[in-house]
């Protein structure tokens, strides 16, 4: 390392990083936050000579993880490493000093035991660490300092700077300039931090959100992996269990959604019946929100009936029940409403008393209170399918029957008006329930699909200002053209090849900022088919999900067309059938 | 005369059969007797003698097809059990005979067609006309093979 004891009695200016951060959170991504932590991190890094240093986040209800670790001038921590999952536990070692005590620390040797008789708080908790995170970060430091990053008075984000043994411990003058920039900075930077992570997050949940809407729209079931993937990266979880009612008012059938890192699984509970005070219940016996703690009654009853239960798989039920005994804390939030047992959502911690943590933020509360309308929704789509479908079979059969029972054995019957009457009226009143029972279904209709997608492009003109999107017409015509779909069909369509397409703009932009994002969409008819060519500038990018094409294809597919790919250069053909005249 | 009547419904389905209890397949079971029934009774004034086939695998309509070799087809149009083996959705109970239709109907041409389902609408009678039904016509649903009957000439027209 190469030291410089002049600079390291400096005052840290940020004022250069402080009219960069803008600029750098311009994207409004993840790889964004990456950048200005980095930078944060690298400075406070030089300013004092160390040779690790490492920024966690602890907001309360939000993720708590560990967010940047940079060694030896390189970026440490990758995404895949997940250590921000289950070992880091910001009420324990030296961190948690700095948490109880609201002040910055700084520790000489991390791995000496104390003469004092005290307990040495990292050495009590080094066992539990990630072994690669031991290895690397922790073995070769002797002195740290810790410094709090506060909101009045909450901690919601710590910055840890190291040294090597063999180095020159930290000084207490060290302490001091980090402890001044903490306190001038600290809370302006990481606020900025934490608003980009929360836009982010904010804008996964509102196209969760927009999707299951869709979905409910189009008279498809929704999709719960989806569904549940805001509780996964908007809380403090890392283990979230999701029930969904599912199946008639009568069934007790259950959806769980289990996820633990980075693995998510839907596993069906048929026949899973509710205890008498189950938190699956919604009868008043149980106060929401629920806190409880590892393989207390509930969870070991919860364990206990999924080892039991017929119809799953041994890898399911033995994934089930590894995440619920994995649990050390959790909170249970009610999805249920106006007297529907829609379900629950259970944020678990593998930390201890983690309840405080657990609780949700503001805006997982929105969205779950918004997943919760939406899953009432398509109950009651379902029951009033259920309600038409029992009408057509068995009432009118049954009806038929009485009708020709009367007629075969007392035909006279019908003659009189008392009776005649009153088969009427079960008639009718039959045919207007089977009527009502189909009100809540989808329709597609006739589309002039230019004007439509015009109609789409304009919102995202105004909202992607920087990008030249241009529709091109084959000739004048084809804004003639019609199709039979819905808007939610086109919509998940488009959606799709857009999020795509901005992925691919922003991936080229980040290796040459001087790019202007282009995408042409190229209409023409065809015989009885509309082609419509979607073509951008971008690169190549890595697949978020993979969910965005058969999606597309399965949409194109409904519609009675279909979508083909070319990849040099990177292009989607979607075809169309023409509505009849 | 001697004519083949293939008749596709779900209630003839083991799906169907499995799902619902006895006393509430009795129902289904007398209507599908009452038309049964109307098709004998239409034998000596029409001189046509039917035999009637039920069959409840739609998916399996190729191989029912080649292997009864039918005059005419009756299609039950409504198949919710289907559909939500089929699409995981009940709602799309209509799409499960509509996707079968036009494949008939490329397959075997010259095959008469009769779609028909409990209370349709308007939309639905499009649907089956466009993709391939000869004929669509309401299911009545008053098991008596009385009032079956005017359907019987309706297939004889079809025969002709």
């Not at chain 1, 809540?440 to 006739?446: C, E, G, I, N, P």
């Not at chain 1, 969409?521 to 999900?545: A, H, R």
């Not at chain 2, 391939?132 to 009545?140: L, M």
């Not at chain 2, 649903?141 to 027209?157: D, G």
Request: net charge neutral; glycine share 6%.
């Amino acid at each position: 390392m190469f030291y410089t004891p002049d600079r390291a009695n400096d005052s840290i200016s940020a004022e250069s990083l402080i009219e960069r951060i803008p600029i750098i959170a311009l994207g409004g991504e993840d790889s964004s936050v990456d950048l200005i932590l980095y930078e944060v991190l690298e400075l406070l890094i030089k300013h004092v000579n160390a040779d690790i240093g490492q920024i966690n986040l602890l907001p309360k209800g939000g993720r708590i993880e560990k967010v940047c670790i940079i060694k030896d001038g390189e970026p440490w921590l990758k995404k895949e490493m997940d250590l921000h999952l289950h070992k880091f536990d910001p009420s324990r070692g030296f961190t948690g000093l700095v948490v109880s005590t609201g002040k910055s620390i700084l520790v000489k040797d991390i791995w000496l035991q104390k003469d004092t008789g005290e307990p040495n708080p990292f050495l009590q908790l080094a066992a539990t660490m990630s072994k690669k995170y031991v290895e690397d970060i922790k073995k070769p430091v002797a002195s740290i300092i810790i410094l709090p990053i506060k909101r009045g008075n909450e901690i919601f984000c710590t910055i840890e700077l190291s040294r090597y043994r063999g180095e020159q411990v930290f000084s207490q003058k060290n302490k001091e300039i980090l402890d001044d920039f903490a306190k001038r900075y600290g809370p302006l930077i990481m606020n900025y931090v934490i608003d980009i992570k929360n836009r982010t997050a904010v804008n996964i949940a509102q196209k969760r959100l927009l999707n299951m809407a869709r979905l409910i729209a189009s008279n498809k079931p929704v999709d719960y992996r989806l569904a549940v993937e805001p509780y996964t990266k908007l809380s403090a979880a890392d283990i979230v269990m999701v029930f969904f009612k599912t199946g008639s008012m009568y069934d007790s059938s259950y959806r769980l959604l289990a996820w633990a890192g980075e693995e998510v699984r839907e596993i069906l509970l048929t026949k899973f019946f509710r205890s008498k005070n189950s938190i699956l219940r919604y009868d008043g016996s149980t106060v929401f929100p629920v806190q409880g703690e590892e393989m207390d009654e509930r969870l070991s009853r919860f364990c206990g009936k999924i080892g039991k239960l017929d119809g799953i798989s041994d890898d399911d039920r033995q994934f089930a029940i590894k995440c619920f005994s994995d649990i050390k804390s959790y909170v249970v939030t009610p999805l249920h409403m106006l007297g529907q047992e829609l379900g629950v959502v259970i944020l678990g911690s593998r930390r201890p008393k983690f309840w405080q943590f657990l609780h949700m933020s503001p805006f997982l509360s929105s969205y779950s209170s918004l997943l919760k309308s939406f899953l009432l929704n398509e109950r009651a789509i379902y029951y009033l399918s259920d309600f038409s479908l029992k009408i057509h079979n068995p009432g009118f059969y049954c009806l038929g029957a009485l009708k020709a029972g009367i007629a075969k054995s007392a035909p006279q019957l019908l003659n009189e008006p008392q009776i005649s009457e009153a088969i009427k009226g079960l008639d009718k009143l039959f045919t207007e329930l089977h009527d009502q029972g189909k009100a809540l279904r989808w329709h597609d209709k006739k589309i002039h699909i230019v004007n439509w997608i015009q109609a789409y492009i304009n919102p995202k003109t105004a909202q992607f200002p920087q990008y030249k999107i241009n529709v091109i017409l084959e000739d004048e015509k084809t804004s003639e053209v019609t199709i039979m779909a819905s808007d939610e069909q086109l919509e998940t369509i488009f959606e799709n090849l857009f999020s795509n397409t901005v992925r691919a703009i922003t991936a080229r932009q980040v290796k040459d900022y001087s790019i202007i994002g282009e995408i042409n969409i190229c209409i023409k008819k065809k015989d009885e088919t509309v082609e419509i060519n979607f073509k951008d500038n971008g690169i190549s990018y890595e697949t978020v999900s993979g969910r965005g094409s058969p999606q597309i294809s399965g949409e194109m597919q409904d519609l009675g067309g279909s979508v083909k790919i070319e990849k040099k250069p990177y292009q989607t053909f979607l075809y169309f059938p023409c509505s009849s005249e | 005369m001697k004519a083949k009547v293939l008749f596709f419904d779900d209630i003839f389905s083991d799906l169907f059969r499995n799902k619902f209890p006895a006393d509430q397949l009795a129902w289904d079971d007398n209507w599908v007797s009452s038309l049964t029934e109307a098709f004998k009774m239409a034998e000596s004034s029409t001189g046509v003698s039917f035999e009637i086939v039920n069959c409840g695998e739609i998916d399996s309509w190729n191989e029912v097809i080649d292997k009864e070799k039918p005059d005419i087809i009756l299609l039950d149009l409504f198949w919710p059990e289907q559909a939500v083996e089929k699409y995981g959705d009940r709602l799309r109970a209509t799409d499960v005979s509509l996707e079968v239709l036009p494949k008939i109907r490329e397959a075997f041409p010259a095959l008469p067609v009769i779609c028909h389902t409990a209370k349709p609408d308007r939309e639905l009678m499009e649907k089956a006309y466009e993709k391939g039904a000869t004929f669509f016509v309401e299911k009545v649903s008053m098991s008596l093979a009385e009032v079956q009957v005017p359907f019987v000439y309706i297939v004889i027209n079809l025969l002709r």
